[in-house]
């Protein structure tokens, strides 16, 4: 671990203020659930919560039925970063989501996209021309995102399969 070099007090109700300059840093918004754990060495560590990431294995599971299914990359992935993935997981998995990735999910609307130009899924720069995203909703939040891409066109049949997809996960999280 690495030290900030910042000190703050618990209050009377027990509560400690993260700084705005790490929230911004470690892109905490207002509003989001935060994980306690106590290392070994009676460390305190928070950490931000994924109800998503906490089904990464069954996610993993079904990503990998989409893309034996289809032939393309299913990816899935949190507010933040991706959990899982059907393939190339050493490049995504783990790896921020893209600013854009980020914005399209909070539209919450899902769609089909095919351009020429190229939507950049992850902060690496990797990139697409042919793609169906859904939002992952539960209980009105944005979870996440469910998506398939390639190179090569997906189908437009591929956008039900992935907001099937996604009611399908966001069930098992709410």
């Known amino acids: 671990m690495k030290t900030t070099g910042i000190v703050r007090r618990i209050d009377e109700l027990g509560r400690v203020v993260i700084p705005k300059e790490l929230r911004r840093t470690m892109h905490i918004k207002e509003g989001e659930e935060m994980e306690v754990f106590v290392a070994p060495d009676d460390t305190l560590v928070l950490k931000k919560y994924s109800a998503l990431k906490a089904l990464s294995d069954f996610s ?12 393309h990359n299913c990816l899935v992935c949190d507010n933040d970063i991706f959990i899982s993935c059907a393939t190339d997981k050493s490049v995504y998995e783990g790896k921020r989501i893209s600013k854009a990735l980020e ?3 909070n ?3 899902a769609s089909y996209i095919r351009s020429d130009a190229v939507f950049s899924v992850a902060n690496e720069g990797i990139d697409y021309k042919d793609m169906a995203i ?4 539960v209980n009105g939040d944005v979870m996440g995102g469910i998506m398939l891409v390639g190179k090569t066109p997906v189908g437009e049949s591929s956008l039900k399969l992935v907001e099937v997809a996604a009611g399908f996960l966001a069930k098992q999280i709410g």
């Open 60 to 71: 993993a599971e079904y990503a990998e039925i989409l893309y034996k299914y289809t032939g």
């Open 134 to 137: 859904a939002p992952l909703i």
């Open 103 to 105: 914005n399209f999910l």
């Open 107 to 109: 539209a919450r609307k």
